[in-house]
T-cell receptor
Framework: DGGITQSPKYLFRKEGQNVTLSCEQN?????MYWYRQDPGQGLRLIYY???????QKGDIAEGYSVSREKKESFPLTVTSAQKNPTAFYLC???????????FGSGTRLTVV | QKEVEQNSGPLSVPEGAIASLNCTYSDRGSQSFFWYRQYSGKSPELIMF????GDKEDGRFTAQLNKASQYVSLLIRDSQPSDSATYLCVPRGNQFYFGTGTSLTVIP
């Protein structure tokens, strides 16, 4: 079955450490997205990519970086510059701008 | 002004009742909407899409769109405890914006 796989499900980061969240899709979607969700809050867009080797910043891109070397993969790196990274991270994809999102199951990141 | 306004709730209904979730929107150019459901601690899931005035039914769910009054609704008939979740109304043209949605609790 097609879908989006995020890993790991839980991730712990030490102060000053960079960590990378994985997102893989086999839906053949061109567009992929990263959102962050804090408790009781809505989703906030971090980065998105509409095509391989191209990506754009969202509303809260500071302290994050992405790459899109393959259509299927859109990893997110949370750098040490992100001072408050504890949150639920959601990767999504869609067929085009007028289609609904398919979300992965998320990665819960905690700073220890 | 936010493009879409939803009552954040929480909305509580007894099991078997009709739950009514409502959104109003400000952009008259918005032609269609998605409804997502998000269970606590889980990722959102697309459950309905409506693009024309009137009702769209899918099982126990009915989406309603009224372009003249600029509101969109989701009705859940015969509500079940498993329907307890947050429901998000998202305009098709601006899916970058996800509000906090409406939290629904169905009481057994």
């Amino acid at each position: 079955d097609g879908g989006i796989t995020q890993s790991p499900k839980y991730l712990f980061r030490k102060e000053g450490q960079n960590v990378t969240l994985s997102c893989e899709q086999n839906l053949n979607h061109d567009a992929m997205y990263w959102y962050r969700q804090d408790p009781g809050q809505g989703l906030r867009l971090i980065y998105y990519s509409q095509i391989v080797n191209d990506f754009q910043k969202g509303d809260i891109a500071e302290g994050y970086s992405v790459s899109r070397e393959k259509k299927e993969s859109f990893p997110l790196t949370v750098t040490s510059a992100q001072k408050n990274p504890t949150a639920f991270y959601l990767c999504a994809s869609r067929e085009g701008q007028l289609y609904g999102y398919t979300f992965g199951s998320g990665t819960r990141l905690t700073v220890v | 002004q936010k493009e879409v306004e939803q009552n954040s709730g929480p909305l509580s209904v007894p099991e078997g009742a009709i739950a009514s979730l409502n959104c109003t929107y400000s952009d008259r150019g918005s032609q269609s909407f998605f409804w997502y459901r998000q269970y606590s601690g889980k990722s959102p899931e697309l459950i309905m899409f409506i693009y024309s005035n009137g009702d769209k039914e899918d099982g126990r769910f009915t989406a309603q769109l009224n372009k003249a009054s600029q509101y969109v609704s989701l009705l859940i008939r015969d509500s079940q405890p498993s329907d307890s979740a947050t429901y998000l109304c998202v305009p098709r043209g601006n899916q970058f914006y996800f509000g906090t949605g409406t939290s629904l609790t169905v009481i057994p």
